[in-house]
Nanobody, 119 residues
Framework: QVQLVESGGGLVQAGGSLRLSCAASGISVSTSTMGWFRQAPGKEREFVGRIYRTGTITYNTDSVKGRFTISRDNAKNTVFLQMNSLKPEDTAVYYC????????????WGQGTQVTVSS
C-alpha cells in the first residue's frame, strides 16, 4: 500500500525558512516522479515542483523561482522541499504526490502539512 506522509510545516515569519519532508512507503522515490503542490484557502491547488526518477527537477518558476529547492534521500525514501525567503503568499497546505509508472496523473497524495507565513 502506498503511503505519503508530509511533515515540517508550521508558522514562520516572512523571510524565514522551512523544510518539508515527504516520507514514502509502498513505492521508491528513486524510481518515481514525486511532486509538490500547495493549496491556499479559497484557491485552486497549485503545482510547486517535481523531481523525476532521473533526478531532473522542475519548478513552477513564477511562484517559487530561486526560493524553493526539491531534493530526495533515496536511503530514507524521502523527498524534501526546502523553502527559503518565505512570503505571506506562500501560506498554504503543502502536499506531496507520486506518479505510478508512466502515468500522467498523480495517483497517491499525502495528507498535507500547513505552512503559515506571517508578515
Amino acid at each position: 500500500q502506498v503511503q505519503l506522509v508530509e511533515s515540517g510545516g508550521g508558522l514562520v515569519q516572512a523571510g524565514g525558512s522551512l523544510r518539508l519532508s515527504c516520507a514514502a512507503s509502498g513505492i521508491s522515490v528513486s524510481t518515481s516522479t514525486m511532486g509538490w503542490f500547495r493549496q491556499a484557502p479559497g484557491k485552486e491547488r497549485e503545482f510547486v515542483g517535481r523531481i523525476y526518477r532521473t533526478g531532473t527537477i522542475t519548478y513552477n518558476t513564477d511562484s517559487v523561482k530561486g526560493r524553493f529547492t526539491i531534493s530526495r534521500d533515496n536511503a530514507k525514501n524521502t523527498v524534501f522541499l526546502q523553502m527559503n525567503s518565505l512570503k505571506p503568499e506562500d501560506t498554504a497546505v503543502y502536499y506531496c504526490a507520486v506518479k505510478i509508472g508512466f502515468s500522467s496523473e498523480y495517483a497517491y497524495w499525502g495528507q498535507g502539512t500547513q505552512v503559515t507565513v506571517s508578515s
